[in-house]
């Protein structure tokens, strides 16, 4: 039998009204700071979970909030997988759909919110067409730094990147990305910026999307153009490029220096730009539920902006360490998954 609001406040000792005012977190609670730990802390020893349908029929949210991700992995998942068991402590559940397609995502956002849902929550470049105010419930729209609510600024990271390999001696870097989109300008704006502004110039970004003989490519640009680093915009681009170089007979990093940008189970070894996903998903969680107890329906004058920050290894020309420094941006279960010696291969001690 599940417990309930009531259960939880004869146990603590408060009345259900009290209770209530704090697994719903409502913006008039007069109960004491220790006694809302510990109705707090029951709610989540006893697994309890409100009545979404009594709320409906009160006509009240209910205590879901509807999310649209473009992935099962990577970043996105990381920061979905970190935010669920925010949402879950304070008495809420994170439905998430998966972007399979405009018109389904789309379909997904129209029924979350015709459904009562207190809120959604979803990526800026699924849908940059849709504003905060095409909806009558709050919106949380991430990673966009003109439309967004938080921001992560991939241009920053790229920067301070590029000048780190320019540290190590590097004059010809090339910035390399799956495909022109809004998060690679970004992130090659950064990387031009910081070429400028140590006097040389910046080169194209190597677009890999489309390109069939991509390793006779790579070879050429470090054999004939003399490319003495790379600069990936994500970890496993970093990683494959890495396992070419080395089938090329190409030393990682005496010859060329390789970099990622991620951070989420980077393979041992990789320099990359760490995405601050638990500072992220503060961010996102006092966001959510101010808008959801104001009830705001825009969007804020300004994202809320995060910077990355470096993490460097053996790939890019420093001594090589075990990622220590990565413990606390892993989710719970990526973290324990690797501390138990399951994560990837290492390409080089």
């Known amino acids: 039998m599940s417990v309930t609001c009531k259960d939880i406040a004869r146990m603590v000792g408060v009345s259900r009204q009290a209770a209530a005012s704090v697994l719903n977190d409502s913006s008039v609670c007069l109960v004491s700071k220790e006694k809302k730990e510990k109705i707090l802390m029951l709610a989540r020893e006893l697994r309890y979970v409100p009545n979404n349908a009594a709320r409906i029929l009160k006509g009240k949210p209910q205590k879901i909030i509807g999310s649209v991700l473009d992935g099962f992995g990577g970043v996105g998942a990381c920061r ?156 496993s681009r970093a990683d494959q490029l890495i396992m070419q170089l080395i089938r090329d007979g190409i030393r990682v990093p005496e010859d060329v220096a390789v970099t990622g940008f991620g951070g989420v189970m980077t393979p041992r070894g990789i320099a990359t730009i760490v995405q601050p996903i638990q500072e992220d998903v503060n961010a996102l969680e006092t966001i959510l539920f101010h808008k959801i107890r104001k009830n705001i329906l825009q969007r804020y004058s300004e994202p809320y902006k995060l910077k990355p920050y470096l993490y460097t290894n053996r790939s890019c020309g420093c001594p090589y360490h075990e990622k220590i420094s990565l413990e606390n941006h892993y989710s719970p279960m990526s973290y324990d998954f690797v501390r138990a010696g399951k994560g990837n291969a290492s390409w080089g001690n």
């Open 80 to 235: 979905q997988e970190y935010l669920a068991m925010r949402l879950y402590m304070r008495g809420y559940t994170l439905q998430t759909v998966f972007y399979t397609g405009a018109l389904q995502a789309r379909h997904a956002l129209d029924f979350f919110a015709g459904s009562g849902v207190a809120a959604l929550l979803f990526p800026h470049y699924i849908f940059r067409e849709l504003r905060h105010e095409d909806f009558s419930i709050p919106v949380i729209i991430t990673d966009g730094e003109d439309i967004g609510d938080t921001f992560i600024d991939y241009g920053y990271g790229c920067q301070e990147m590029t000048k780190h390999l320019i540290w190590h001696g590097h004059r010809r870097i090339c910035f390399l990305c799956a495909e022109a989109c809004f998060g690679s300008a970004l992130g090659y704006q950064g990387y031009a910026n910081a070429m400028k502004e140590a006097g040389f110039s910046p080169l194209p970004p190597f677009e890999v999307i489309g390109k069939n003989s991509l390793p006779e490519m790579i070879h050429d640009l470090v054999r004939r153009k003399k490319i003495t680093a790379f600069l990936c915009n994500g970890d």
